[in-house]
């Protein structure tokens, strides 16, 4: 099997002795268009393997394969061939968690061959004339007829594998889903009673947007989500920044969970300048030092810094690549409208709108379909920050950067710093999309130490979503 492509070799050795222990990854296998991915035998064995899962339910063994090879119209040469190669694939050391890694690899070989193929022939429809599957292109309409449907083509052959199914059929599904939330809440708590209490927390799929002006606290908040999601509940957080740098949110974390462990204080003014006082600077030992021996029991916080070029696809590859090491059970990513358009656009609204709509994308399809909360702060301009800080609240209308956002949200949180000579944030939750909102509440803060955590003060609570139009 040397000459034999060792990434089409792991995706079959794979799916043959996992698939009876990962259905999802057998469905992704025969959704595969091996018409145009494969040839030869392996298309031949992809067809076998897919009628046998359809008809049955479950995956081929050895002697199920070897009589349905000995039934084909083959040579005795033929049939041996065959019946070798699945003995070479079930012996394989395969790890079946990596078949979405070969996949990916397969895929990336496979579209890097059809586009030189596809430019060479889009090259000659241009020079002269080129003919494909009796159809004809020539020119420069021609060639970008073919590219146009070419890349169609490549595009829906390796469009992302989503779950799929009848609901009638998924009786006995339904109730085992729901014994699991029981057992296991997938929910992540912001740790702002108020919030958790109209939301239930932020739910797999789910995108919120934290809307604010400059200053005003969103990235601290971002912490402080993250934080309570880690460190309080044991939940894994992978925090993206591009606005701020790692070393800076690091900083932060490590300050507010010094505060939460043990209400103690780290100045990060001081910490910037490199003056922590002695006290301050033992403090900081002691929280790194409990932050290491708790690390088996706490959540993990991972921190990305993104480059400066990332765009919705490094988004969707930071995910995938930290998922294969552990559950991704909140994703903060600070922040959408600095990702760069994987399209130009006629105006920065449009490009912002096809960002965030790919963002919601990627909350819902990550995970095999099983999706991932998102939370991104979102910057208000100074004239709806001039009008929030006059009438009290933002509104829908306050996210016009682009309706997309007010669209694709599940949950629009609003902050505004308050002048009442107290450390406070007036707070409403202006959407949610299956519930009430809240018209008013408020946040304590201390932002040289990165706390933002609930207030004394009783404001108004839950109000019904109906009154939302009163709002805008």
């Known amino acids: 099997m040397s000459n034999v492509n060792d990434k089409i070799v792991n995706i079959f050795a794979c799916v043959l002795q996992h698939g009876n222990s990962d259905a999802d990854m057998v469905f992704q296998f025969i959704s595969m268009e091996a018409e145009k991915l494969f040839e030869g035998k392996w298309l031949i064995m992809h067809r076998i393997i897919s009628e046998y899962f359809k008809l049955t339910g479950a995956m081929i063994n050895r002697d199920e394969y070897e009589e349905f090879i000995r039934d084909a119209s083959l040579s005795q040469e033929e049939q041996d061939d065959y019946i070798k190669l699945f003995d070479a694939l079930i012996q394989r050391?395969?790890?079946?968690?990596?078949?979405?890694?070969?996949?990916?690899?397969?895929?990336?070989?496979?579209?890097?061959?059809?586009?030189?193929?596809?430019?060479?022939?889009?090259?000659?429809?241009?020079?002269?004339?080129?003919?494909?599957?009796?159809?004809?292109?020539?020119?420069?309409?021609?060639?970008?007829?073919?590219?146009?449907?070419?890349?169609?083509?490549?595009?829906?052959?390796?469009?992302?594998?989503?779950?799929?199914?009848?609901?009638?059929?998924?009786?006995?599904?339904?109730?085992?889903?729901?014994?699991?939330?029981?057992?296991?809440?997938?929910?992540?708590?912001?740790?702002?009673?108020?919030?958790?209490?109209?939301?239930?927390?932020?739910?797999?799929?789910?995108?919120?947007?934290?809307?604010?002006?400059?200053?005003?606290?969103?990235?601290?908040?971002?912490?402080?989500?993250?934080?309570?999601?880690?460190?309080?509940?044991?939940?894994?957080?992978?925090?993206?920044?591009?606005?701020?740098?790692?070393?800076?949110?690091?900083?932060?974390?490590?300050?507010?969970?010094?505060?939460?462990?043990?209400?103690?204080?780290?100045?990060?003014?001081?910490?910037?300048?490199?003056?922590?006082?002695?006290?301050?600077?033992?403090?900081?030992?002691?929280?790194?030092?409990?932050?290491?021996?708790?690390?088996?029991?706490?959540?993990?916080?991972?921190?990305?810094?993104?480059?400066?070029?990332?765009?919705?696809?490094?988004?969707?590859?930071?995910?995938?690549?930290?998922?294969?090491?552990?559950?991704?059970?909140?994703?903060?990513?600070?922040?959408?409208?600095?990702?760069?358009?994987?399209?130009?656009?006629?105006?920065?609204?449009?490009?912002?709108?096809?960002?965030?709509?790919?963002?919601?994308?990627?909350?819902?399809?990550?995970n095999k379909g099983k999706g991932v909360p998102l939370i991104s702060p979102w910057h208000t301009n100074r004239t709806s920050w001039e009008r929030a800080k006059e009438s009290g609240h933002y509104t829908l209308s306050s996210l016009a950067k682009t309706a997309e956002a007010e669209r694709c949200a599940d949950v629009i949180l609003t902050i505004i710093k308050q002048n009442t000579g107290r450390d406070e944030l007036k707070a409403s939750l202006i959407k949610n999309r299956d519930g009430e909102i809240l018209d008013e509440f408020y946040l304590e803060y201390d932002f040289s130490i990165c706390y933002v955590g609930d207030s004394q003060i009783d404001k108004v609570g839950c109000i019904d979503q109906s009154d939302i139009l009163e709002l805008v």
């Open 93 to 366: 050391p395969i790890n079946g968690e990596a078949f979405n890694f070969y996949v990916e690899l397969f895929k990336e070989k496979f579209l890097h061959e059809r586009s030189y193929v596809m430019l060479s022939n889009a090259y000659t429809a241009l020079s002269k004339e080129f003919q494909l599957d009796k159809r004809t292109y020539n020119g420069f309409q021609g060639m970008r007829k073919y590219l146009t449907e070419t890349m169609y083509d490549l595009d829906r052959i390796f469009a992302e594998y989503s779950p799929e199914g009848a609901v009638a059929d998924e009786v006995q599904m339904v109730i085992d889903e729901y014994e699991n939330l029981k057992k296991a809440d997938q929910s992540v708590f912001t740790g702002f009673s108020a919030v958790d209490e109209c939301t239930g927390g932020l739910s797999p799929g789910e995108l919120w947007l934290l809307v604010g002006y400059t200053a005003e606290g969103k990235t601290s908040m971002c912490i402080n989500i993250g934080h309570n999601a880690a460190y309080v509940h044991g939940k894994n957080v992978l925090y993206l920044t591009s606005e701020t740098v790692k070393s800076v949110v690091r900083r932060r974390l490590i300050a507010r969970h010094a505060f939460h462990r043990s209400n103690s204080k780290i100045d990060l003014s001081a910490w910037k300048k490199g003056d922590l006082s002695v006290a301050s600077f033992e403090t900081l030992q002691k929280t790194l030092k409990v932050i290491n021996e708790s690390k088996d029991k706490d959540g993990i916080f991972e921190i990305v810094q993104m480059p400066g070029h990332a765009d919705t696809n490094f988004l969707s590859t930071a995910l995938n690549k930290y998922q294969s090491r552990f559950n991704v059970d909140l994703c903060i990513l600070d922040a959408i409208h600095l990702l760069k358009p994987k399209h130009h656009r006629v105006s920065e609204y449009s490009e912002l709108g096809d960002m965030i709509t790919e963002v919601k994308k990627i909350c819902v399809s990550h």
